[in-house]
């Protein structure tokens, strides 16, 4: 026992052997693990969570437990992974317990015996990939800007898939990924359910600042970003405009859904998310004033799937992906985060992401169509947002596409 300590006592020390550790017997019990790291933040968190809990449709955020929740595209199957141990991570090493969630963590994963190989993460099943052929991807996007001429609807995204053969460390890439894209929210999770995703994603659904301070943002509108290039002199075109426009309509919808008038817009401005740029609006409300404790759940659910990953109007655009997509998003442009943890819920839609698999990842992106898309260009776009995460972690590798 005591030696078990003193070497575990080494491992804490070091952030990425005691990763190794605390993954290699989560997976051995077949435990589901989430490491993420919050926009703007150094501190790297990880659950490892005994039950993949499968939450009621009418499930109120506000009264979860402490926990990470994760969300498909078609969320009506949410997954909540309890905090059974949960830590927090430094640059390079474990930080101090704060709470008595965590000293019960440190405890046990002091008396944890070293297991030296390398975490076997959890596959999925393959996907189909018939949106990753370039044609494919092309007719979809005609389809939609037919149905948007013929009037029936404002906005639709299509998305696609692309599979990239290489093993990637997804430790190192999840690292890298942090220090890299400082205002995402990079997250990686493995569950026996869901297999294994890592994603530096740009777009907040829902925060609750200690039950206290509702927040969301409208984010629409792509361009490549190139180091020098300042967001305060980005010119927008008016399809640009209008398709983020369209998302901020749909949020103040939502918010007269439920009567709320007392909430505060700001922008539309430019920020940075990696590689790209993108117009965002951040929406704030103070849920004490406005006397709205279950906002947070309300809005989810009026919410998801928004017309940043989805379209205008949504039941229709649903219609449209499901039928012509012709592949199952999963947890693309799903939502997840953690819930509660420390008096906070961040929930984040799930984009630039990609599917582990042990020798292949697969890869997805969405485009906002309008009707002023020019096919070409959107395919582009697909290309750049999949760029986010490929231009970080294939860095030292050969790539081969198919
Ligand atoms: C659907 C995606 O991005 C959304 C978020 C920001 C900008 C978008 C756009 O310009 O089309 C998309 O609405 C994706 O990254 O797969």
């Given at each position: 026992?005591?030696?078990?300590?003193?070497a575990n006592t080494q491992k804490l020390n070091d952030k990425k052997a005691c990763w190794q550790l605390l993954l290699?017997?989560?997976?051995?019990?077949?435990?589901?693990?989430?490491?993420?790291?919050?926009?703007?933040?150094?501190?790297?968190?990880?659950?490892?969570?005994?039950?993949?809990?499968?939450?009621?449709?009418?499930?109120?955020?506000?009264?979860?437990?402490?926990?990470?929740?994760?969300?498909?595209?078609?969320?009506?199957?949410?997954?909540?992974?309890?905090?059974?141990?949960?830590?927090?991570?430094?640059?390079?090493?474990?930080?101090?317990?704060?709470?008595?969630?965590?000293?019960?963590?440190?405890?046990?994963?002091?008396?944890?015996?070293?297991?030296?190989?390398?975490?076997?993460?959890?596959?999925?099943?393959?996907?189909?990939?018939?949106?990753?052929?370039?044609?494919?991807?092309?007719?979809?996007?005609?389809?939609?800007?037919?149905?948007?001429?013929?009037?029936?609807?404002?906005?639709?995204?299509?998305?696609?898939?692309?599979?990239?053969?290489?093993?990637?460390?997804?430790?190192?890439?999840?690292?890298?990924?942090?220090?890299?894209?400082?205002?995402?929210?990079?997250?990686?999770?493995?569950?026996?359910?869901?297999?294994?995703?890592?994603?530096?994603?740009p777009e907040l659904l829902v925060s609750l600042e200690n039950q206290h301070i509702f927040k969301t943002v409208a984010?629409?509108?792509?361009?490549?970003?190139?180091?020098?290039?300042?967001?305060?002199?980005?010119?927008?075109?008016?399809?640009?405009?209008?398709?983020?426009?369209?998302?901020?309509?749909?949020?103040?919808?939502?918010?007269?859904?439920?009567?709320?008038?007392?909430?505060?817009?700001?922008?539309?401005?430019?920020?940075?998310?990696?590689?790209?740029?993108?117009?965002?609006?951040?929406?704030?409300?103070?849920?004490?004033?406005?006397?709205?404790?279950?906002?947070?759940?309300?809005?989810?659910?009026?919410?998801?799937?928004?017309?940043?990953?989805?379209?205008?109007?949504?039941?229709?655009?649903?219609?449209?992906?499901?039928?012509?997509?012709?592949?199952?998003?999963?947890?693309?442009?799903?939502?997840?985060?953690?819930?509660?943890?420390?008096?906070?819920?961040?929930?984040?839609?799930?984009?630039?992401?990609?599917?582990?698999?042990?020798?292949?990842?697969?890869?997805?992106?969405?485009?906002?169509?309008?009707?002023?898309?020019?096919?070409?260009?959107?395919?582009?776009?697909?290309?750049?947002?999949?760029?986010?995460?490929?231009?970080?972690?294939?860095?030292?590798?050969?790539?081969?596409?198919?």
């Open positions: 026992m005591k030696s078990t300590e003193s290699n017997h989560a997976f051995t019990n077949g435990d589901a693990v989430a490491l993420w790291r919050l926009p703007n933040q150094e501190i790297q968190q990880l659950i490892i969570s005994k039950t993949e809990k499968q939450l009621k449709e009418d499930a109120v955020l506000e009264d979860l437990s402490e926990g990470f929740m994760l969300a498909p595209f078609m969320a009506e199957h949410r997954t909540f992974l309890s905090a059974d141990y949960y830590f927090r991570f430094s640059a390079q090493t474990l930080e101090e317990p704060e709470s008595a969630t965590e000293t019960n963590a440190h405890a046990w994963l002091k008396q944890l015996k070293p297991i030296d190989t390398p975490p076997a993460f959890y596959e999925k099943g393959s996907a189909v990939k018939v949106t990753s052929i370039k044609g494919n991807y092309i007719n979809l996007v005609n389809e939609a800007i037919q149905l948007i001429k013929a009037g029936s609807a404002e906005k639709i995204v299509p998305s696609r898939t692309k599979t990239i053969e290489a093993s990637i460390n997804l430790l190192e890439a999840f690292d890298t990924l942090c220090q890299r894209y400082p205002t995402a929210m990079v997250s990686l999770i493995s569950t026996p359910n869901h297999g294994t995703w890592l994603g530096a994603t984010l629409a509108g792509t361009k490549a970003w190139t180091p020098g290039t300042d967001s305060k002199n980005v010119a927008w075109t008016q399809k640009e405009i209008e398709e983020q426009a369209l998302v901020e309509r749909y949020i103040i919808s939502c918010f007269k859904k439920i009567r709320l008038r007392d909430y505060e817009e700001y922008g539309p401005k430019t920020i940075i998310a990696g590689n790209l740029m993108h117009l965002k609006s951040d929406f704030k409300v103070d849920m004490k004033e406005t006397n709205f404790a279950q906002l947070g759940t309300v809005m989810l659910n009026l919410l998801h799937p928004t017309s940043a990953v989805c379209g205008m109007p949504k039941d229709l655009s649903l219609d449209f992906l499901l039928k012509n997509e012709g592949y199952s998003r999963e947890l693309y442009s799903g939502y997840l985060g953690p819930v509660n943890i420390q008096q906070n819920t961040e929930l984040f839609v799930n984009l630039r992401c990609l599917q582990w698999k042990k020798s292949s990842a697969q890869l997805y992106a969405g485009a906002g169509v309008t009707i002023d898309s020019v096919p070409e260009r959107e395919w582009e776009e697909t290309e750049m947002k999949m760029n986010t995460l490929l231009s970080v972690i294939f860095e030292n590798y050969t790539i081969s596409t198919r």
